[in-house]
């Protein structure tokens, strides 16, 4: 093992054996290497003659571009755009999120917490948490309703085992009971790691503040019972919240809980500020420790530095100017009133007595999605039935399960929506019977 990875496993041994027992055996190999890009850093600020450590090339005191890019891109200067940004990211823009993050969580508190590390958008960010916590065999405790591709990033890629609890209640609320019966599994094992998406995908649900106690309660009596604990919160659509549910992440409760529970906050400005081409991303971990923080992050930039190098620069820094900007809090507040009466129309709409004999819901709240729960027709039937018929597409989670992106639809042309679902189902049953007969 590389001498500067043994060091950073020494202070972690040192200051909490927790996240050192946590780390996956890639997390314990990772370092950050003292190699081009760290002599670079060094040169940048004490070569003022001549800079000649880093590959990119330099004319007339800026980096080196075409002038038909650079027109294109004349609100920044050439030094915004072209040169490598650093693996963890842009300084600037780190310093920014961490300052949306407090003013996002109020209760979250600045020393319980490290600088946010730039990845490319949230897939990149949950593979990096993965690389650096999950082993083959590892169990990974997450919602039945999840995004699908947590299969290709925890289990295929890390060889992780995926067990599932039951989102819902029979109240239809967060189901504590369950996830605490998943965690209690791993008293012996004596490592989990827990996965919450909220708002969740595919449902759109976020929980309410008696869920949220429930939560901490049951991942702190895990910690304190021995169980080392990694949580990670994919916060893709953070803020998107239009009802009844909590409206800070669960980092800022999580952060400080305990020593032997590591949260780690997954979250970017692609689905918050609806810039998903630009794949810019987040990952920031908590501890009341900075020791450990800057252990994390080394070996994290080490991890960057041997998969994407780094994000992209340009990208960061557009993101960086919209953070800035006067107008950001405004425009983002027109967006979300927009998506919030599509998510209040849409539950107006799925409630209509007519539609109760073929489908209920699961409860939705925030984020981009609501799921129907179909009754009597297969969830993959219906969606090919719906793309092919009427040109409508949707997603078949399983086969009860169908997921509508309310986001991606109009506000007047919901109801259409729903009608043509609605006589999808039918004509399917109408088919069933016509064979039946």
């Known amino acids: 093992m590389n001498e500067l990875a043994k060091k950073l496993n020494d202070d972690l041994l040192k200051y909490n054996a927790t996240i050192y027992h946590l780390l996956s055996q890639l997390g314990k190999k990772l370092y950050y290497p003292k190699g081009i890009l760290s002599q670079s850093a060094e040169a940048s600020k004490k070569a003022t003659r001549f800079n000649a450590t880093i590959g990119i090339a330099i004319e007339n005191d800026a980096p080196m571009h075409f002038n038909h890019i650079q027109e294109t891109l004349q609100e920044y200067s050439p030094d915004e755009v072209y040169p490598y940004a650093p693996p963890p990211g842009k300084l600037d823009l780190r310093l920014e999120w961490k300052r949306k993050l407090l003013r996002d969580n109020p209760s979250l508190k600045e020393n319980h917490m490290g600088l946010p590390i730039t990845t490319n958008a949230l897939t990149h960010g949950l593979s990096v948490a993965a690389d650096l916590f999950v082993d083959e065999n590892d169990v990974i405790i997450l919602p039945d309703k999840y995004w699908g591709n947590y299969q290709t990033i925890f289990h295929i890629r890390r060889g992780g085992e995926l067990k599932t609890f039951s989102l819902f209640d029979e109240f239809n609320k967060f189901n504590v009971q369950a996830l605490k019966e998943r965690l209690m599994e791993q008293k012996e094992a004596g490592k989990a790691i827990v996965l919450l998406n909220f708002p969740n995908n595919p449902t759109g649900y976020t929980p309410g503040e008696e869920e949220v106690q429930g939560i901490i309660s049951v991942l702190k009596e895990a910690a304190e019972l021995g169980i080392d604990v990694a949580v990670i919160l994919d916060d893709a659509y953070f803020g998107l919240f239009y009802g009844d549910s909590v409206k800070e992440s669960l980092f800022s409760r999580l952060a400080g809980l305990h020593p032997k529970l590591i949260p780690i906050k997954v979250d970017g400005a692609t689905k918050e500020n609806y810039v998903w081409g630009l794949r810019v991303g987040f990952l920031t971990f908590a501890s009341e420790n900075p020791e450990i923080l800057a252990v994390l992050e080394q070996k994290t930039k080490g991890l960057i530095r041997g998969t994407i190098s780094s994000s992209s620069h340009l990208s960061q820094t557009i993101i960086l100017r919209s953070l800035q900007s006067s107008r950001f809090e405004v425009e983002k507040h027109e967006k979300h009133e927009v998506m919030k009466r599509r998510a209040i129309k849409v539950k107006e709409i799925v409630r209509n007595k007519k539609y109760q004999t073929v489908w209920s819901f699961y409860p939705f709240n925030s984020g981009y999605f609501m799921c129907l729960k179909l009754k009597d027709v297969d ?59």
């Open 379 to 437: 969830a993959e039937e219906l969606r090919l039935h719906l793309l092919n018929q009427y040109g409508v597409g949707t997603i078949a989670i399983n086969s009860t399960d169908l997921r509508i992106a309310f986001s991606c639809v109009e506000e007047e042309d919901l109801e259409e929506l729903f009608e043509l679902i609605y006589i999808s189902i039918k004509d399917l049953l109408t088919k069933e019977v016509e064979n039946y007969v």
